[in-house]
């Protein structure tokens, strides 16, 4: 089976996402060390630590069975 995590179904052009390396069929598995198992936990992480004043966030995923370690930025 798939590893639990959120799946990027969609990476628009020019979104910071796009900008920061994240690729259609990764797997987010955690974001900031927190495992995460659906979209708005992403969300509620990225935009906690954004109200807190940072600019990019850790992101644990798996690629192509490969597991990855990305900053998103923005």
């Known amino acids: 089976g ?3 995590g959120v799946q990027v ?5 020019g979104t910071p996402a796009d900008a920061s390396g994240l ?6 598995v955690r974001v900031e060390g927190q495992s995460v198992r ?12 954004a109200d807190d004043g940072a600019h990019e966030v850790d992101l644990d995923l798996i690629r192509e069975k490969q597991a990855r ?6």
Do not use: F, H, N
Request: proline share 6%; no cysteine; hydrophobic share 55%.
């Open 9 to 13: 179904l969609t990476v628009p052009v």
């Open 2 to 4: 798939l590893p639990s």
């Open 38 to 49: 659906s979209v708005v936990q992403v969300w509620e992480i990225v935009s906690r630590a």
């Open 23 to 28: 690729k259609e069929g990764d797997i987010i």
């Open 69 to 74: 370690a990305l900053k998103l930025r923005w």
